[in-house]
């Protein structure tokens, strides 16, 4: 079993900067992938990033890859999601997901975090 608490959500304007937490407790932190996912009003539930379990390999939604950066810290059992140049449209509820494995879909999610809100005004 896992627990996920996200924190590091709020209210910015267009152009600012945000930095998610997701502090995981449980066992084997180090042996799941790790991401990022987020729901906008009315649409579904999207994949953002992710990060292998050791860190070495990102992954990121087409869109948002120069603009997002994940990151990891096995020693803290926490995993980051930097955003740069927000827009109005990354307004959404930010998830938090641990994966046995790599996947882009919410089928492969083994676990989730409650959920961050992040609004972007413009």
């Known amino acids: 079993q896992v627990q996920l608490v996200e924190s590091g959500g709020g209210l910015v304007q267009t152009g600012s900067s945000l930095r998610l937490s997701c502090a995981a407790s449980?066992?084997?932190?180090?042996?799941?992938?790790m991401g990022w996912f987020r729901q906008a009003p009315g649409k579904e539930r999207e994949f953002v990033a992710a990060?292998?379990?050791?860190?070495?390999?990102?992954y990121y939604a087409g869109s948002l890859k120069g603009r997002f950066t994940i990151s990891r810290d096995n020693v803290k059992n926490t995993v980051y999601l930097q955003m740069n140049s927000l827009k109005p449209e990354d307004t959404a509820v930010y998830y938090c997901?641990?994966?046995?494995?790599?996947?882009?879909?919410?089928?492969?999610?083994?676990?989730w975090g409650q959920g961050t809100q992040v609004t972007v005004s413009s």
């Open positions: 997901a641990a994966a046995r494995s790599f996947t882009r879909a919410t089928v492969g999610v083994d676990y």
């Open positions: 449980g066992r084997a932190f180090s042996s799941y992938f």
């Open positions: 990060v292998s379990s050791r860190g070495g390999s990102t």
